[in-house]
Each structure stands twice: as C-alpha cells, then as structure tokens.
C-alpha cells in the first residue's frame, strides 16, 4: 500500500469532469450582469489618480479612443477602462495564471491549479518584470493605479461567481500585468500537450508504431529517432495518471492554450500594392465564445499615439498602427517547452531522481490551494534539474514526468513591446522586435515604403533529439545547452516577390540552423495566401476578400492521391470490391470528390461529402487501434490535429506504407486503397445520417457552425455563463486549411472551435489606413451595449475605420463623451 504522501503525489493531477472550460484567453468572463458596473458614455465621473481631465469617445462598436494632456493619465484611463469593459476577464485569467481557480470554481478545477502552478508562470512574471527597465515599471505602475480605481469603486460588485464564492477582492498589482504577458506567453508555445499525448499514444501503440501518429510536416521524414527515446520505457501501472494528466491538457486546449491558438499576418510591399503603397492584414483567432478576448482602443497624447489590439490586463499593443508604422504579432507556434522522464525512487522518504548515474534528490516545496466548499489542499511538490514533477508514479521505483520552460532573467521584451509602439519605420521596428525574447511570434510590420518580418522569442539548443516527445532525463545529452541567438531568428524585408506573411507554416526552410519547432500548423493555409497575393496588384479588397477566403488547396492534393499512378488503379479496384449496398455509395462520394473544386462556402454539398470523408478516413484509420471516441489515445490524436499538421492529413496524402492501413478488427490485411474505399461509402452513410437521404439539401453548413453560447464551455455553468447570450448557431464555412479558418476536431465534431476573432487591416494608400473588426463585441459585461454587439459586422467584413487624425475623430467616434476628472 502507498504512504500517505506518495498517494497525494500520485494522484496531483486527477482529472474531473468539467475544468476551465471557460477561462481562455478570449471571453472568460466570471458571471454576472450588472448594468450599475459599466462606464457611463457621457457625463462626468472623477477619478483620484488622474493629474487632468481625459476624453474617452466610443465609436459605434465600442471602440474607445482616449484622449489626455499625459501618458500618464493616458495608461490610467486604460486601466480604468479595461476593467470596466472585462473585469472578469482580468480576474479570471489572473486566477487562471496563479493556479487559483479552485477557490471560485471547487475542487474541480484543482487539476487545472497544478499544471498552472507546475508551469510557475508567477515566477516568469518576476523575472519579467524585474528585467524591465524604470520607466516600464511605471507604466504598469500606473496602469495598476487606473484598474484599482475601478475595482475600488465597484469593490462591492464583482461578478457573479466571484462573489458567491466568496472571494476576496485583491488590487491589481503592477507584476499582475507582466503576468497576463507570461500566460500568453505560455499559450502560444507549443509541443507540451503534444508531448503529453504521445505518452498516452505509446501505451496504446508502442514506441515502433507512435512515429507514424507524431508528423511534423508534409515532407519531413517520420521521427523514429526520437520515438526510439521512449523504447523500453516501461509506463506500466501509470496509465490512468499519464491519461489524467493528458485530459487536463486537453481541457486547456479547449482554451486555446497549449499552441493551438492560431493567426495569420502578411504585408504587401509597394512593388505589389495597386496605389504604390504598403498594405499590412492581421488576424487572430480564439474559440468561440460570447466574447472577443482582444479589446481595440486607440491613445491619443502629447508624446503617444496609437492604435489597435490590446488585451485587458496589460498596458501594450500587440498589434496595432502609430500613424507610421504597422505591426502585427502571429503565432509562430515555436516550441520552447520539453519534457523529460525522470527515474525516481524512494530512498530514506526522501524523493530521488537518477542524473547521469547519481541519484539526486529532488527540490521540493509545499503548495496550498483554497477550494471552494472545501478544506485547503496542501501538497508537496517537486523538482528535477529540468523542472517540477508533472507527475510521478506511485511504485517504489517509477518514471515521473518533469517540465521544462525557458526563464526570462535579464528580459526587455516588455521594454521592446512598448519601444515597437514608438517605432516610425522598419528599420527601428526591426531594433525593437529582436529585443523581444519571452514570447514566439511571427511579427510583420510596415511602413509606407517597407515590409518586414522577424522571427522572435527565446528557443533552446538541444544537445541531442528535437524536443519532438519526452526525453530521457536521466542522460544529460538530451538536455538544454543554452538558447540560440537571437541574431539566427529568421527574417526578411521587401522580399523580390513584393509580399511576405504567415499562417502558422512552417516559416524557416528544412534543415535550417535552428531548432523553431515541430509543430507546425497545416501548410496550406499559407500555400493560400501566396496564391491569392502572387495573383496580382493587391488592395484593401483583395486584402479583405483574403481574409474571408474559404477555399482549400487541400482538395486538390487529395484529387491527386487519388489520382497517382500507384493509386489509381487499386482504389477503384477497391471500391468495386465492397458489397453492392455499399459500392453506389463509394462511387458517388468518389465522383463527387473529383469534381469538387475546393471551395468550402455555406452551401456547397460537395464540401460537405469532402467533410465527411475526411471525417470517416479518419475513423476508419485509426480507431481499430486507438480505440473510440472516448478513448484517451483517440482523444489525444483529434487534440494534436488541431495544433499541428496531423497524422490524418500525413496519411491521407502519403505514408502508404503505414501499419495503421490495417484493420486489426478484420482477418485479412488491409492496405490503402482499401481504407480509402471504405471511407468514401462511409461519408455517404454518414450524410445520410446527418443530413437526411435528399442530396440536393445537402450543406456544409448544416454541419459546420459558430456557436457563441458561452454554454458550450464546462467552467460557464460554474461561473454563471451559462444563458448570458444565446444566440442560434450561424452555419460557416471554410475549415482547418482554408485562410479564413474555421477548424473542428478531426474525427470528432464538425463544431467550429477557434475563429478569427479579430481581422486588422493598415492601408498605406487611404486617408486613415487603419481599420478593422472584431467577432463578438468590445465589452465583455453582458448588461453593455458593446457585448456581442459586432457578429453582424464580422460575418459581413463590415470594418470599422479607427482615424488617427484628429480632424477625422467626430467622423469616427461622434462628438459623445465620457470626461474622467481628477477626484480628491
């Protein structure tokens, strides 16, 4: 039987049914509605803190422009206004970060609590803060005095669930908002969920067979390398604990968090642009939900101007225009976070873990978590040379699994954020953007003249192995020797072409000097982009018709697997060979495919048989092994095909020499062709189901929807979501692969998971170049006008003109005002 403490250490990460399903970073809003709590639109409202009065105007969607005498005041009013747009939001994701969610939430959210307190983002924030120089420190400072001056006023107001909780309302702090900067941070890394499920596939498949599972891209060769690091491992009797802890990376995957939040960015130099002037498109994506998570707002002071995409929480622009210079920050889905399996053992109670042959003993520290409706949970919690204990068996000598994150002593990305806002041209927003190194990001920005893009962030040089899947800890040649410099980031200016971009491709070439990652995102997404803009001179139609476009060039390559000269033949030789009921329904799906010519619009039938084959290849591929829908090995292949080119795409297109063609439920041996055969009936049968027998009512967007009901997330029950905005589902085109993306979970669901909740447009060429349009709404209280205010507008490319001319400010925001005053 186990001690006590080595059963809490066991059982650290046990899953329960609903975690934080609702605290993303987009939307997470802790309940309530209270229309006292919302900033008036005009009047008067004195506020201690300021030194002089500030304007802030709102145009018809909600987006505010800040008027003030100071920087100051300015960043005070921004406070004051993103806690009066997203309280909950703030608070929620600040709980999120600390791992605290337990005490609105219950014990429910404690598996949530310890991988947040595991990845000790506190401590990321520490570093970050501490690294930045004075003057930022006074920015937050500043910032924190205008979001306390809201919190102080509605102290007695919290949201919903805060407050039935019983929570005790604690005052921004100035490291609060570096911490909002780590937790993105966090999400937009990538591998650890990936890693997390490969563990769950090896059980299930084996470490010869779990290459195959684990692409990186299209046309790198299967990583049976580093799939030999996990043969011979014995992960016997840890199998629940290993899935439970896969179960609640899965649930922050739902989040968006863990690498799957997605985006795309480029910038059309003059030598493309139809006026002779630079363009920049920007687009980021959240899960669907009742609220946009980014906030537009524009600053107008005596030595700052700027626009754009803000989160609440932090005083910075992620993306966004100065009157000069455009920027915009993508997801480069860079991997910077590994995982290592550490041999432990018991010795003397006292933890070891083996390194390069000596057992050391582990760095422990006790951690308290306050659960609602229950006692404090105190744990102890451990630590290897590579980072603390995810998880640990509970056998005398077992396998724990230890995570790895780069520190961020020394960083002056907060500096170079701030510094990137400032920059009048490319060459300086080149200066600023190299600096910033505690975050992954595909920056694009542009002047009138100029387009550029830099790779940045801070990415380890591995001794051996890619980080791909969980390394021996124990054998230091797998360890971290550093991080590369920041001088090898790729990047480029005014390429020949006239146009540069991404979206989440893999953007430095096979081979290149550094290690960036493994993960990329589906290739032709970006395959895409070049076509469109290769296509001619582009403007601020174009630019917006891309943003919306709905084609995949995905299609096309499965026409032409089908269509190989190996593939052929024996594909048709299958279909024939399928019993009759079945052979008209193969050959139908068949015809169908072939004519179908890419274009996943609403209504298109033959995108929905497409859909539904790629749904039932799936199935039909790998479920005989990894077991059905709720299987946690199943559960974790759909989860990695939606941060990553997948093994279903990998397959589908090649790989035809893979064990998993085989049937195991059948006596014979299958092969490709027989699958694939099998498949195309299957999608028929399928839509049958689901759509009815009438094909001609068949559409793709009967299956495929948005969805913002906040109900649609566990955590929104807990924390009074649930029926705050109900609107029908509206159908929706494109998917995974199509610029405008509209992704599902491969071989689950056709429901729409993250959209582009924020499109951002900088035409050089107009009188106000800056424009752009959110998903849902600016404020996140359901009691304002501005929650969900801006669906229309969304789903009609209805932008919004953000002027940075003060003679053009009535035009864009009216004459209404809100004046904040200096209270005593």
Not at 11 to 33: D, I, K, N, P, V
Not at 195 to 207: D, F, H, I, P
Not at 424 to 447: H, K, P, Q, T, Y
Request: with cysteine; glycine share 8%; proline share 5%.
């Amino acid at each position: 039987m186990a001690s006590p403490a080595r059963s809490r250490l066991s059982s650290r990460f046990g899953f329960a049914a609903a975690t934080a399903g609702f605290l993303g970073l987009a939307g997470c809003q802790l309940g309530g509605e209270d229309a006292s709590t919302l900033l008036p639109s005009a009047g008067t409202v004195a506020i201690k803190g300021l030194e002089q009065n500030v304007s802030i105007r709102r145009n018809p969607q909600g987006m505010a422009l800040i008027e003030s005498h100071s920087f100051h005041d300015a960043l005070f009013s921004l406070g004051y206004l993103h806690a009066g747009e997203r309280v909950g939001q703030m608070l929620g994701m600040r709980l999120l970060a600390q791992g605290r969610l337990a005490e609105v939430v219950g014990a429910e959210a404690l598996p949530v609590d310890r991988l947040m307190r595991a990845a000790n983002l506190k401590r990321s924030a520490s570093e970050l803060y501490k690294g930045s120089s004075p003057r930022l420190q006074k920015f937050f400072e500043v910032y924190a005095r205008g979001v306390n001056a809201y919190l102080f006023r509605y102290r007695d107001k919290l949201p919903g669930d805060l407050a039935s909780a019983g929570y005790r309302l604690e005052y921004w702090q100035p490291e609060d908002s570096a911490l909002i900067f780590s937790l993105l941070s966090f999400n937009l890394s990538v591998n650890l969920q990936q890693e997390l499920s490969a563990l769950v596939l090896n059980q299930k498949v084996g470490a010869d067979k779990l290459a195959w599972l684990l692409p990186s891209a299209p046309d790198e060769a299967i990583a049976f390398a580093e799939a030999d690091k996990l043969k011979g491992l014995s992960l016997a009797g840890q199998g629940k604990e290993l899935n439970d802890l896969n179960r609640v990376a899965l649930q922050l995957a739902d989040l968006n968090l863990l690498g799957n939040a997605a985006s795309s960015n480029w910038a059309i130099a003059p030598l493309r642009s139809r006026s002779g002037k630079s363009l920049l498109v920007s687009e980021l994506q959240v899960p669907s939900g009742a609220a946009s998570g980014w906030s537009l707002v524009q600053i107008n002071a005596p030595k700052y101007q700027a626009s754009g995409v803000t989160i609440a929480g932090l005083p910075l622009f992620l993306s966004g225009f100065n009157g000069k210079l455009a920027w915009s920050m993508g997801n480069l889905k860079g991997d910077n976070q590994d995982l290592f399996l550490e041999k432990l053992k018991r010795e003397n109670n006292r933890l070891m873990y083996l390194a390069d042959g000596k057992w050391q003993p582990a760095v422990s520290h006790q951690e308290t978590f306050m659960v609602k409706g229950s006692q404090p949970v105190r744990e102890t919690v451990y630590s290897t040379r590579h980072g603390t204990l995810l998880q640990a068996g509970e056998s005398a000598s077992a396998l724990g699994v230890a995570l790895q994150i780069p520190d961020f002593k020394d960083d002056k990305s907060l500096d170079a954020l701030f510094n990137l806002s400032r920059a009048n041209n490319v060459e300086r927003g080149f200066d600023a953007s190299r600096e910033i190194r505690a975050i992954g990001l595909n920056m694009v920005f542009a002047d009138a003249s100029n387009v550029a893009w830099q790779v940045t962030g801070r990415y380890p040089n591995r001794r051996d192995g890619q980080g791909l899947l969980p390394s021996p800890g124990w054998d230091s040649r797998y360890d971290w020797d550093g991080f590369a410099d920041a001088m090898l980031h790729p990047y480029d200016q005014d390429p020949r072409q006239g146009w540069l971009g991404t979206a989440n491709n893999r953007v430095a070439p096979k081979g290149y000097g550094m290690q960036l990652s493994n993960t990329w995102g589906y290739p032709e997404r970006a395959e895409r982009l070049a076509e469109l803009t290769n296509a001619g001179k582009q403007d601020l139609r174009s630019s917006i018709a891309a943003q919306y476009d709905q084609r995949t060039l995905f299609a096309a390559k499965l026409k032409a697997m089908f269509e190989a000269p190996g593939m052929a033949k024996p594909l048709k030789q299958a279909i024939e060979a399928l019993p009759d009921a079945e052979r008209g329904k193969a050959r139908e799906a068949y015809s169908r495919l072939m004519a179908f010519d890419g274009n996943l619009t609403v209504g298109s039938a033959d995108a929905a048989i497409y859909q539904l084959f790629l749904q039932e290849s799936a199935r039909l591929t790998f479920q005989d092994e990894l077991g059905g829908a709720d299987s946690p090995a199943w559960q974790a292949l759909v989860a990695n095909a939606r941060s990553s080119w997948s093994a279903q795409a990998d397959h589908l297109l090649g790989r035809d020499d893979s064990p998993f063609w085989d049937d195991l439920k059948t006596p014979q041996k299958e092969d490709k062709p027989a699958i694939l055969a099998r498949s195309l009936a299957a999608a028929i049968s399928a839509g049958e189901s689901q759509l009815g027998s009438d094909r001609k009512a068949w559409q793709w967007g009967k299956l495929h929807r948005y969805d913002w009901a906040p109900s649609r997330n566990p955590l929104a029950r807990h924390l009074g979501g649930e029926g705050l905005f109900q609107r029908s589902p509206v159908p929706a085109g494109g998917d995974h692969s199509s610029l405008n993306p509209a992704a599902y979970a491969w071989g689950q669901s056709f429901d729409v998971l993250p959209s582009a909740s924020l499109r951002m447009i900088v035409d050089f060429s107009q009188a106000e170049p800056l424009q752009a349009v959110v998903s849902s709404g600016q404020s996140g209280n359901p009691a304002s006008p501005f929650y969900a205010n801006s669906i229309d507008a969304w789903l009609k490319a209805q932008y919004s003109i953000l002027p940075v001319q003060q003679q053009n400010y009535e035009r864009g925001y009216g004459k209404q005002r809100l004046t904040l005053t200096p209270g005593k």
